[in-house]
Nanobody
Framework: QVQLVESGGGLVQAGGSLRLSCVASGDTISISAMGWYRQAPGKERELVAAITSGTNTYYTDSVKGRFTISRDNAKNTVYLQMNSLKPEETAVYYC????????????????WGQGTQVTVAS
């Protein structure tokens, strides 16, 4: 099995910063892409940022210049540094990873964390 565990969410004032972390653990795994999604109440889950194993990155337009995604492959960890947060970015943030369970299956599967709440107060 593979587990993704997020941390770093919380309450912050508008304009503040938070750093989210997500650690993948379990079987021996090979991870390709990792990403962060968010889902606000009554809205669909949306991709916020993603990073490949080669460190190519993607950001949704609304966070460009304020959020930074990074990863530590040795620790199977992905980070999301969020600066200049806005109240409308209040949501549950989810970690996602495409993982191959080495020695178990040649295929990659999509795994999700349980989510961490980010609340931005105005």
């Amino acid at each position: 099995q593979v587990q993704l565990v997020e941390s770093g969410g919380g309450l912050v004032q508008a304009g503040g910063s938070l750093r989210l972390s997500c650690v993948a653990s379990g079987d021996t795994i090979s991870i390709s892409a990792m990403g962060w999604y968010r889902q606000a109440p009554g809205k669909e889950r949306e991709l916020v940022a993603a990073i490949t194993s080669g460190t190519n990155t993607y950001y949704t337009d609304s966070v460009k210049g304020r959020f930074t995604i990074s990863r530590d492959n040795a620790k199977n960890t992905v980070y999301l540094q969020m600066n200049s947060l806005k109240p409308e970015e209040t949501a549950v943030y989810y970690c996602n990873a495409d993982c191959q369970r080495v020695g178990v299956s040649p295929y990659e599967y999509d795994y999700w964390g349980q989510g961490t709440q980010v609340t931005v107060a105005s």
